[in-house]
């Protein structure tokens, strides 16, 4: 699978829209693009995924640039409780199974 | 519908003694895939099993751990003879046959003494 880069941390107030960056500059056209997070001490949890469209959820939104190279997650209105480490992930559509790969990550931080 | 079951969800072994993990994937879900996360440290992927094969072990260290996932009964994973590099949360996961997301465990935390 392709690789993903985003910054190591974030930092948001509470009530306030963040938006996530995730570059993947090496994505093919049957590539995926999957959002993971994981708050602490907990196992990830699944955000949302896309392809091609922009994409919303009772989580969050996904806009994907239309070269596909880059995303981002938007959280519209941040809580203390969307502190946690959020993983953009790049799978392709005919791997065997649902493997993910990890990265690295980012932590958001929100503030009260 | 309960969610994927992990047990123990923490487990203190000395040096040499050996670990087992439990994961009960959701219900109707027949492939697992186990994780292994070290201390302020990424998730690395370990093994992907179905039903009584195991389709991915690349991320397995070559000695001492194993894993497996009978026709009937949780997936385990095994570490016998265990270092204290071993101390991580070690995550399961299961999905469906079809393309989709991931569902986790809350984890299982080895300390070794």
Known sequence: DAKTTQPNSMESNEEEPVHLPCNHSTISGTDYIHWYRQLPSQGPEYVIHGLTSNVNNRMASLAIAEDRKSSTLILHRATLRDAAVYYCILKRANNAGNMLTFGGGTRLMVKP | NAGVMQNPRHLVRRRGQEARLRCSPMKGHSHVYWYRQLPEEGLKFM???????????????????????PK??????????????????????????????????????????
């Not at chain 2, 996961?93 to 935390?109: D, I, T």
């Open chain 2, 72 to 113: 009937e009964g949780p997936s385990i994973l095994r570490i016998q003879q265990v270092v204290r590099g071993d101390s991580a949360a070690y995550f399961c996961a299961s999905s469906g046959s079809a393309p989709g997301e991931l569902f986790f465990g809350e984890g299982s935390r080895l300390t070794v003494l």
């Open chain 2, 47 to 69: 093994v992907y099993l179905q039903k009584e094969n195991i389709i991915d072990e690349s991320g397995m260290p070559k000695e001492r751990f194993s894993a497996e996932f």
